[in-house]
Structure formats: C-alpha cells, structure tokens
C-alpha cells in the first residue's frame, strides 16, 4: 500500500502545524498551502489523495478553491474535508448548492482528533 498524501489548506500556522503532525503521526504525508491560490496550485502540482480546507483565508477564499477543484476534470474526485471556523450554517448553505456538490465532510473547529482521523481513514484508506 502507498502512502498516502494529504494537502492542508489553511491560513493559521498554528492550525496547519497541528494538522500536520497529526497527519505524518498517522503515517500521511502532507503537503502545506496557505491560501486558495497556492492550495489550487499545490493541488494540480502534487495530486493529494485528500484535502483540507479552511473556508476564510486572505487572497482566495476555500469557497473559490472549492469550486476551482469541482470545475476541473483532473481534481474533482479528490476528496475534500472542509475544516472551519465558520458555523453549521454555513455547512447547510455549501450542502444545498446545485453548481457543486457538497465537500466529503465538513467540521467545525475545534475538531477531536480522532473524530478527524476516523473521517479521513473512512475516505482514503
């Protein structure tokens, strides 16, 4: 079995520190990008075999990056774990669009570890 590689999206060093030791202690490797723009990049560049993602971030937001990754034919069936600040809400309002479909998981951070890993096993391994 090949190792698996996770791209972490996210504008918090703290939050990307965490999700990459969490990761590579899980036996993943990881790959960091801080913003959409970079993300998207990363993305074409390295084919992840999943994806997290924040939703607010400077320069381009998760939501574009999002849609960027579902418009493109070599990106779209990478799975993607929406890891945010922002509310249930919003998680509703992305669930209910007809021009994407929903991300593979969404959660609301803090997130449990456990909790975390148990989704990305369940969609990777």
């Not at 922002?86 to 992305?94: D, G, K, L, T």
């Not at 991300?103 to 096993?121: M, Q, R, W």
Request: aromatic share 6%; net charge negative.
């Amino acid at each position: 079995m090949s190792t698996k590689k996770i791209l972490v999206v996210d504008d918090e060093p703290d939050i990307v520190k965490w999700l990459t030791v969490l990761f590579e202690n899980s036996g993943y490797i990881v790959i960091q990008a801080i913003d959409g723009n970079e993300g998207l990049t990363k993305a074409q560049e390295e084919k992840p075999d999943l994806i997290t993602l924040d939703i607010s971030m400077p320069n381009e937001s998760g939501i574009k990056m999002y849609r960027s990754l579902c418009d493109s034919d070599s990106l779209k069936a990478i799975p993607v774990v929406m890891l945010t600040g922002v509310s249930r809400e919003f998680e509703r309002f992305i669930s209910s669009r007809k021009q994407v479909p929903a991300p593979a998981a969404y959660f609301e951070k803090p997130v449990k570890d456990h909790e975390l890993l148990d989704k990305i096993k369940e969609l990777i391994n």
